[in-house]
């Protein structure tokens, strides 16, 4: 069965920098869009990022956007989310996702979800 496995998450302070990581189980995934979704206690789950098959077409939330950068690997089977001067409102588990969509346009919604990663971020 097709598997995401995220890494990466933990406790920083406000202010600093985590790398999360999504490793696909099959390379059908170097076909798919990838992203991640958040969602905090008491919130609901929202859109963070994606990125599409090729690398080449991204989109952030307004929250994100000029903080996290989304990328994925030279195989495309792994995506990563480059998080920079975390706030504690970035607190949250993040789940990476993945969905096939055509050309560089990216989907609407997410067939495939890991189990999410926390990250905590202390002010």
């Known amino acids: 069965q097709a598997q995401l496995v995220e890494s990466g998450g933990g406790l920083v302070q406000a202010g600093d920098s985590l790398r999360l990581s999504c490793a696909a189980s099959e390379r059908t995934f170097s076909s798919y869009a990838m992203g991640w979704f958040r969602q905090a206690p008491g919130k609901e789950r929202e859109f963070v990022a994606a990125?599409?098959?090729?690398?080449?077409?991204?989109a952030y939330a307004d929250s994100v956007k000029g903080r996290f950068t989304i990328s994925r690997d030279i195989a495309k089977i792994t995506v990563y989310l480059q998080m920079n001067s975390l706030k504690p409102e970035d607190t949250a588990v993040y789940s990476c996702?993945?969905?096939?969509?055509?050309?560089?346009?990216?989907?609407?919604?997410?067939?495939?979800w890991g189990q999410g990663t926390q990250v905590t971020v202390s002010s």
């Open positions: 996702v993945a969905a096939f969509s055509r050309g560089e346009r990216l989907p609407p919604s997410y067939d495939y």
């Open positions: 990125v599409s098959w090729s690398g080449r077409s991204t």
